[in-house]
């Protein structure tokens, strides 16, 4: 049933996406975040279907993240990427509105939000979220950091192309308000703590180590109990929270659990390789 409910979470986010791109990004021409804008300044030129280039450009990349990513991550993702695809097919590119501005404001609104719901049930909409979650595998860079200037070098390249550049300082405001509303709906790359008390130590220890991240073992005893245990602590970042919940739930059901947002890190913080 709960996988019944992430499916039908990215169809409509990819539903948000494809409305904000059909009827207020594409008809002012301006460029939307990720691999979408780079399939629509394609199609901009070339008159090829933004859709059917959207899923082009990301094919590549989620086969890639399906061997260096979770596979739950990828297969959310691959789900969110033919649904935008799909929905882009079937809704008209219409004008809705006749000032870009506005189209900026609206469509980076409906795409921050898809966008937010896919990211909040374990997934992406493809593109950049992948790209930056790859690279991050072996650098410690912030996802937004790096998605921003991905995106800034596609919006560069439309105001030089088209040598109009109100075009590129919308599509900087689409961008902008894209990623402000996925911040509302799911915090993009905040680092997490998670203190771990489980009676299924042995087995939770073998899940969690098929996660690309480090654990470790705390000697604990419990003030009232006087139990001795062993607490697992791993750090990650809201991307992979959700995937670490699941598995915690999926062992242990009255795990003790507590979830902390983490100031910061010293030191290497990155993907233990496997």
């Avoid at 008809?27 to 804008?37: D, E, R, T, Y």
């Amino acid at each position: 049933m709960k996988k019944v409910w992430e499916i039908a979470s990215m169809i409509i986010g990819a539903f948000f996406i494809a409305v904000g791109s059909n009827l207020f990004i594409i008809p002012h021409q301006i460029l939307s975040s990720g691999l979408n804008g780079l399939a629509m300044i394609t199609g901009y030129f070339t008159n090829w279907n933004i859709g059917l280039l959207y899923l082009i450009f990301n094919a590549p990349i989620l086969v890639a993240g399906w061997f260096i990513l979770g596979k739950r991550f990828i297969f959310n993702s691959m789900v969110s990427v033919v649904a935008v695809t799909w929905f882009m097919q079937l809704l008209p590119v219409y004008q809705f509105n006749d000032t870009p501005i506005l189209g900026a404001v609206f469509g980076g609104c409906l795409i921050g939000f898809g966008a937010g719901i896919s990211l909040r049930m374990g997934g992406s909409s493809g593109g950049f979220d992948i790209v930056a979650s790859i690279i991050s595998r072996y650098r410690d860079i912030q996802l937004g950091m790096m998605i921003v200037g991905l995106n800034g070098f596609i919006i560069i390249a439309l105001g030089y192309m088209k040598d109009n550049w109100d075009l590129a300082l919308y599509s900087m405001l689409s961008v902008f308000i894209t990623g402000k509303v996925m911040d509302v709906i799911h915090i993009s790359h905040i680092k997490v703590t998670a203190f771990i008390i489980t009676n299924e130590t042995e087995l939770m220890l073998e899940k969690l180590l098929g996660l690309p991240r480090g654990v470790t073992i705390i000697k604990t005893r419990g003030a009232y109990s006087e139990v001795e245990k062993d607490m697992l602590m791993t750090v990650t970042t809201r991307y992979e929270l959700a995937e670490l919940q699941n598995i915690i739930k999926s062992v242990d059901k009255k795990a003790f659990v507590n979830i902390v947002e983490t100031v910061g890190v010293m030191g290497a913080f990155r993907r233990r390789k496997p």
